[in-house]
Structures are given as C-alpha cells and as structure tokens.
C-alpha cells in the first residue's frame, strides 16, 4: 500500500471518486432479436426502435438490435421470395391436381371404363389449368389415352404408344411434382 492511499483526501475533495453508472443492454434490443427469428416483422420494428434507443452514451445493446434487424429482413426477404415462387409455380395449378386425380385413376385396373375416365378426367383438368403448358401436358395424356382405348376396343395399338405415354407422363410429372416445377 503506497503513503498517498493512507493518507486523508485534502479538504474539498471526496472520499472515494465517483463510481461510474452501469448501464443494462436494452431490453428491447434482446427482445427484437428474439422475435426477429420467430415472428420477423415484430422484431424488425423492435430491433429499429432498439437501434435509435441504444446510440452512444445510451443503452447497450446496440449490437443485438442490428444484428435482429438484419436477421429479420433476410427471414421476411426470404418469406416473400419463397411466397412469389410457389405463387407462379405450375405445381399448385388446378390442372395438375385434377390431372393426377385422372391418371390415378387408371393406375390400378386398365380398362376400357377406366381409360375413358382418365380421358374425361384429363380433358376436364386441361380446361382448369391456369397455365397453357399444365393444358398441353393435359391434353397430350388425354390424346396418348384415346389410343390406348382404341387398342382395348379391338384395334391396333401404335407400335410407339407406350413410348409416347411415358413420355408425355414425364412432362407431366416436371410441371405437376415440387422441385421440377418451374
């Protein structure tokens, strides 16, 4: 222990100096950041107010409020994009839904009454379709099925039939299955 820190303070000055205020991280900042990950347009609005309430000399936290700020535009940005995309994706198209109905439809029994009911089926899902390549992928099933029918009824069966419906039902599954639709 040094001789000056016995020593009395001179008369006029205090004791011990002033300890200086503890400030808290802000409340709103942790709260921001909290709700920025779980209900992003609420912790935005948090996180904002949290970043003017935390300038300097102010609150800490100022870290914690940008850092919510951030995470909530990429999460709400990241909302949208996914929202626009399924909104224009051929894959939640009427026509698909009512398309695979059809052709489920025949998948078990192959039958001259099955066949004609994917057929009307499919043709009744091209005219749902709200996108004219969900229509066409429709109504080439529905085509590749009157052959098919014309060969259950006694006819001759196209020697490439086969090949035609698989390859029409592929188009169909890229624009009617998620992930291959566009």
Known sequence: MSL??????PPGYPAQPP???QKGTSGLAIAGLILAIFIAPIG??????AIF?????KAKGRGLAIAGLIISVLIIGGSVAVIVAAAN??????GCTSGKDAIFLSSTTVDATTVQAS???LTAAAGKAKHDDVKAANLALAED???????????????DLEAKINTDAAAFDKLCTIGDGK
Request: zero cysteines.
């Open 119 to 121: 057929i009307d089926g």
């Open 4 to 9: 000056d820190s016995q020593l009395p303070p």
């Open 89 to 94: 994706s051929t894959v939640l198209d009427p």
């Open 19 to 21: 300890a200086p205020e």
């Open 44 to 49: 935005f609005i948090l996180s904002l107010i």
């Open 145 to 159: 099925y009157k052959s098919l029918l014309k060969a259950l009824q006694g006819g001759e069966a196209p020697a």
């Open 53 to 57: 309430k935390t300038g300097a000399g």
